[in-house]
């Protein structure tokens, strides 16, 4: 019996400075809401080392279990992408240093991260950021690279 006829995923990469909060956020919202059309990845063009505690809150906030870790752009210099999207405007003028597939594309959000106060405004920047990712993100996916 022949295999069945499953189209492949479109990739798209996420790409931040330091690939801790809202690139890890957009690939998980996209791996979890548009996951069976893409296939979606985050890096950083200088990674921080760590996921924040508090992306990964926001996260299961909405029902989503992310284990992500942060990753070094250049790992992904052999996979080709048929997206990439900065997240960030530092990000946005290095990304020059993306010399591969895919087409790019800079939706910027704050850093949540860098955001001062009490622990619950703080997560309330996170939250707005995770709502804003996750509103804006697979609109542009749909608008522009919808797959029939």
């Not at 921080?48 to 752009?73: C, M, N, W």
């Not at 990439?84 to 800079?106: F, M, N, Y």
């Not at 704050?110 to 619950?120: F, L, N, Q, R, S």
Request: aromatic share 8%; glycine share 6%; proline share 5%.
């Amino acid at each position: 019996m022949p295999e069945p006829n499953i189209p492949e995923h479109r990739k798209v990469l996420f790409l931040c400075t330091g690939n801790s909060c809202r690139s890890q956020m957009a690939e998980a919202i996209i791996n979890s809401i548009n996951g069976d059309k893409w296939q979606a990845y985050s890096a950083g063009t200088k990674p921080a080392g760590y996921v924040h505690p508090y992306a990964i809150d926001v996260l299961k906030e909405i029902g989503i279990t992310h284990q992500g870790t942060s990753k070094d752009a250049s790992q992904f210099n052999a996979l080709d992408f048929d997206l990439v999207i900065t997240v960030c405007d530092s990000a946005r003028e290095e990304c020059p240093i993306w010399l591969k597939s895919g087409r790019q594309v800079h939706l910027s959000f704050i850093d949540p991260a860098k955001i001062v106060g009490d622990e619950e405004y703080v997560l309330d920047k996170f939250r707005e950021v995770r709502d804003e990712i996750k509103q804006k993100i697979p609109r542009l996916l749909e608008e522009e690279y919808s797959i029939d």
